[in-house]
């Protein structure tokens, strides 16, 4: 007799409740998220712009004026995030405000003030980077293999 | 050997079938806003409740919570002779520090936000069994508390999902005697592990919706009742999405069709409160029981209900290991 395989069968159940979740699952609203994003985003950087021209115009020099404005972002960043407003922001903006530098601030800032309850070394030390941690790790690990590419290929 | 209290697979029904004498309800800002605010006993109007730490404020909750259900009956802490309480926390320390406080014997219980569902059924078998005659079920969540735990720190600017849910900011206690009037557990279901391979840590609605359709179906089954034996039939925190696919499981076992069918996490906030796909966690299904459920049995709007607690059983690091979500519901049975 061919006696069915009970990890067969749920396999089969599974697959009937996945078919049936595709139905029922609102497809998230892309359109409206992408325009929020590019907005919000957008509006962002264009602030970072105007302090950068106006750095520029009192004839600071191109790499100190960029320092300065991404030393003002991450401030704002900070400053946003520490009122409240940030994740409120960041809610409907998504990744309009998390790819800008003020995001990496958020990240940042949202762990020290969540972790700081649990004290300085166990908390905001050991913490700090459980949100933009990964971001440095493998930036680094690029920055190197280019690094690594660039020794080889342009000797 | 037989007691003769167990019916089926999974189902027992009680020979004394303990009182729920007093009850209460102490939610969070946002759930008081939600369309039930005036149907709990007390609401708090800041999320750390006058405490250093979310989690300080979800022991305080639960704490109060307990506190205020016994004063209802004016009684003290040493009347209590158990306390069955759990939450969401790793270690369930909001319920232990609770505890600690108040000095009832204490049993912590963790079922995630089926735990209402799991302190009813225990509470109820141990004074059916004629261990205890005055016992206190309870269970509470913060969501703030819960989102550092399970996601990320509050502050970040994150992204929700249309299937995400809001994890609600409540505590319900329920005194059980085993005499006196008011509504009464008559009986209930033990549900099992149901996996069916969800692995969105951002929908657990989906995940648990064959969790509460299994036990519902072997509850009916157990007892041989016709599916329109409750008033009302309410799932923990399945909200809208996970209630959707649940509806969906019910028509395909033959199970209660609306409108005698809800889901406390679609019913505790209004679409406008920016929940997404509704709530969640402990404190859901406790507060919606403790608040609008059990006044409406009192009044006499239904009289029999089935509560059907469900819960999501990961934990962040089983998730990003890549397990899928186990879930589970228990189901009691509470008549006037």
Known sequence: MNVPNPDKLKKIEIQEYDNLLQQIKPKPAIFTNCVWAFTVGGLICMLAQIIQNYLLSTGMSKIDASSITSVTMIFLGALFTGIGIYDELGKKAGAGTIVPITGFANAIVASAMEFKREGYVFGVGARLFSVAGPTLVFGFAVAVLIGLIKVFFTS | ?336
């Open chain 2, 1 to 336: 050997m037989a007691s003769g209290k167990k019916r089926g697979k999974q189902t027992v029904v009680f020979d004394n079938p303990p009182v729920l004498t007093a009850w209460s309800a102490v939610v969070g800002p946002k759930e008081g806003d939600g369309p039930w605010g005036k149907d709990f006993d007390f609401i708090i109007d800041d999320y750390m409740f006058g405490e250093k730490t979310w989690e300080k404020a979800e022991t305080k909750m639960l704490r109060e919570t307990i506190k205020l259900t016994l004063s209802k009956r004016f009684f003290t802490p040493e009347d209590v002779e158990l306390l069955l309480a759990g939450d969401l926390l790793n270690q369930t320390v909001s319920s232990n520090f609770a505890a600690r406080e108040l000095q009832i014997p204490y049993l912590g219980l963790y079922g995630a936000c089926s735990t209402m569902a799991e302190s009813l059924v225990t509470g109820s078998m141990l004074m059916d069994g004629g261990f205890f005659e005055r016992v206190v079920a309870a269970s509470c969540s913060h969501h703030y508390a819960s989102y550092r735990q399970y996601r990320f720190p509050t502050e970040q600017g994150v992204q929700s999902t249309p299937s995400t849910q809001w994890t609600a900011t409540a505590a319900g206690a329920i005194l059980l005697e085993a005499g006196g009037t008011g509504p009464r557990v008559t009986s209930a279901t033990i549900g099992k592990v149901i996996d069916m391979g969800q692995t969105d840590m951002a929908d657990m609605g989906c995940a648990m919706a064959p969790a509460a359709a299994d036990t519902i179906k072997t509850h009916f089954d157990d007892l041989g009742r016709s599916t329109d034996y409750y008033d009302l039939v309410v799932t923990g925190d399945l909200a809208k999405i996970g209630m959707a696919a649940a509806e969906q499981l019910f028509i395909r076992d033959g199970l209660v069709p609306k409108p005698n069918y809800s889901d406390c996490g679609v019913l505790l906030y209004d679409e406008t409160q920016g929940v997404d796909a509704g709530g969640s966690g402990c404190g859901c299904c406790a507060a919606m029981l403790c608040g609008p459920l059990l006044k409406k049995i009192v009044n006499g709007d239904i009289s029999k209900l089935l509560l059907v607690a469900t819960g999501a059983l990961m934990s962040p690091t089983t998730s990003f290991q890549g397990e899928s979500i186990p879930a589970i519901a228990h189901a009691v049975a509470i008549e006037m």
